[in-house]
């Protein structure tokens, strides 16, 4: 069982940056690929970004190519998402999630291809 902690969200400036961490209880979070999504209120949890394993190959959502990054630190269990140039329109709780099984008919921006999700954290942007 994969235990996630969301942590770093909070309020900030349009244009501004922040990183979220998300840390795992497991050992063998190396194992694991992870991603991070987002909901807005009313809105369907959409998907952000997803690092492999090793975080040599990454992936986002078009609407955070070139401000947002995703990594990893395997040693600290933890995995980040850097979010740059930042804009009301993000303004969203922030979950991560861990992905333990692989198939190519679910590919990263679905939820479903995740096992594990943590309680999510609040990202406030302000115009």
């Known amino acids: 069982q994969v235990q996630l902690v969301e942590s770093g969200g909070g309020l900030v400036q349009a244009g501004g940056s922040l990183r979220l961490s998300c840390a795992a209880s497991e050992r063998t979070f190396s194992n694991y690929a992870m991603g991070w999504f987002r909901q807005a209120p009313g809105m369907e949890r959409e998907f952000v970004a997803a690092?492999?394993?090793?975080?040599?190959?990454?992936y986002y959502a078009d609407s955070v190519k070139g401000r947002f990054t995703i990594s990893r630190d395997n040693a600290k269990n933890t995995v980040y998402l850097q979010m740059s140039s930042l804009k009301v329109e993000d303004t969203a709780l922030f979950y991560c999630?861990?992905?333990?099984?692989?198939?190519?008919?679910?590919?990263?921006?679905?939820?479903?291809?995740?096992?594990?999700w943590g309680q999510g954290t609040q990202v406030t942007v302000s115009s």
């Open positions: 690092i492999t394993q090793s975080g040599r190959r990454t």
């Open positions: 999630a861990a992905r333990t099984k692989y198939s190519t008919g679910i590919t990263w921006p679905r939820d479903e291809a995740y096992d594990y």
